[in-house]
């Protein structure tokens, strides 16, 4: 058996033409991490927040999965020598119409809201606001986007240590390693010291001194490559 486990960043919807948060015409350039990825940011202007994520969720609408996308879709499908896990800090849906099976979305997701009121969650590709009457409790006034802001607790932290401490190959795609749980991940796996670790970026991560391997170049030329070299190891 041979695990693998993908950790994947903004860096692999890039070449679908959504922005980044760091790079220089990233998501964060034109705002306020405050305003608009915070719990007191939604408390201060809910319409800021509800325009931003509604804007955002139309523009990833309007964008496809890249080849990245479609490579990993594919090992997942074609891998028989062990379990292919794709951890995502993206809350884009790319990699699911991409046909990817599993996908543990640990910072949220662009097509999903919570209440408040009822903490339902439940996915929602329309534009919601303050009006939005719950699917499930039917009060108004208590939805919010289902993305983890900063000083909140990302989701499915259990489940990923579990799939942490069973990789076999670790692999971290387009993300600046900045951002913690998931730049810390790197660190766990090597005190778990059990797996062969790859980063794959455009330039090296925060954190890139800690991999095995590093390839560089823009995942929708890096990842198909990468890819193809583990379904033919398997032969
Ligand atoms: P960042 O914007 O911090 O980093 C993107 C990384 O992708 C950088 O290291 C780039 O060099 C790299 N990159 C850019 N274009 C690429 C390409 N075509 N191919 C490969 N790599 C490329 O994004 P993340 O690391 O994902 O959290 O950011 C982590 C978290 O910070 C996000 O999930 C978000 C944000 O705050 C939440 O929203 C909770
Ligand atoms: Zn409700």
Same mark, same amino acid.
């Given at each position: 058996?041979?695990?693998?486990?993908?950790?994947?960043?903004?860096?692999? %919807?890039?070449?679908?033409?959504?922005?980044?948060?760091?790079?220089?015409?990233?998501?964060?350039?034109?705002? !306020?991490?405050?305003?608009? $990825?915070?719990?007191?940011?939604?408390?201060?202007?809910?319409?800021?927040?509800?325009?931003?994520?509604?804007?955002?969720?139309?523009?990833?609408?309007?964008?496809?999965?890249?080849?990245?996308?479609?490579?990993?879709?594919?090992?997942?499908?074609?891998?028989?020598?062990?379990?292919?896990?794709?951890?995502?800090?993206?809350?884009?849906?790319?990699?699911?119409?991409?046909?990817?099976?599993?996908?543990?979305?640990?910072?949220?997701?662009?097509?999903?809201?919570?209440?408040?009121?009822?903490?339902?969650?439940? !996915?929602?590709?329309?534009?919601?606001?303050?009006?939005?009457?719950?699917?499930?409790?039917?009060?108004?006034?208590?939805?919010?986007?289902?993305?983890?802001?900063?000083?909140?607790?990302?989701?499915?932290?259990?489940?990923?240590?579990?799939?942490?401490?069973? $990789?076999?190959?670790?692999?971290?795609?387009?993300? %600046?390693?900045?951002?913690?749980?998931?730049?810390?991940?790197?660190?766990?796996?090597?005190?778990?010291?059990?797996?062969?670790?790859?980063?794959?970026?455009?330039?090296?991560?925060?954190?890139?001194?800690?991999?095995?391997?590093?390839?560089?170049?823009?995942?929708?030329?890096?990842?198909?490559?990468?890819?193809?070299?583990?379904? %033919?190891?398997?032969?």
């Amino acid at each position: 058996m041979t695990n693998i486990v993908f950790l994947t960043g903004a860096g692999i %919807s890039a070449d679908s033409g959504l922005s980044t948060f760091r790079d220089s015409d990233g998501l964060w350039n034109n705002h !306020r991490v405050d305003d608009v $990825a915070t719990y007191e940011g939604f408390v201060r202007n809910r319409k800021m927040v509800y325009d931003f994520y509604n804007d955002l969720r139309r523009q990833e609408t309007s964008l496809k999965p890249n080849p990245a996308h479609y490579a990993l879709a594919k090992l997942q499908r074609e891998y028989k020598n062990g379990k292919v896990t794709i951890i995502t800090q993206n809350v884009d849906d790319y990699h699911t119409v991409a046909g990817a099976t599993d996908v543990i979305h640990m910072h949220g997701h662009l097509h999903q809201v919570r209440c408040e009121n009822c903490m339902h969650v439940y !996915r929602c590709d329309t534009d919601y606001d303050e009006t939005t009457v719950c699917q499930k409790c039917g009060k108004a006034g208590h939805i919010r986007p289902n993305i983890v802001w900063f000083g909140e607790m990302p989701l499915y932290m259990a489940r990923i240590e579990e799939e942490l401490e069973q $990789a076999d190959i670790f692999v971290a795609i387009g993300t %600046s390693g900045v951002v913690y749980p998931a730049a810390g991940f790197i660190s766990r796996v090597r005190a778990i010291g059990r797996a062969q670790t790859v980063e794959i970026n455009l330039e090296p991560s925060e954190v890139n001194r800690l991999f095995d391997r590093s390839i560089k170049g823009r995942a929708k030329d890096t990842v198909p490559a990468y890819v193809d070299e583990l379904l %033919s190891a398997q032969k």
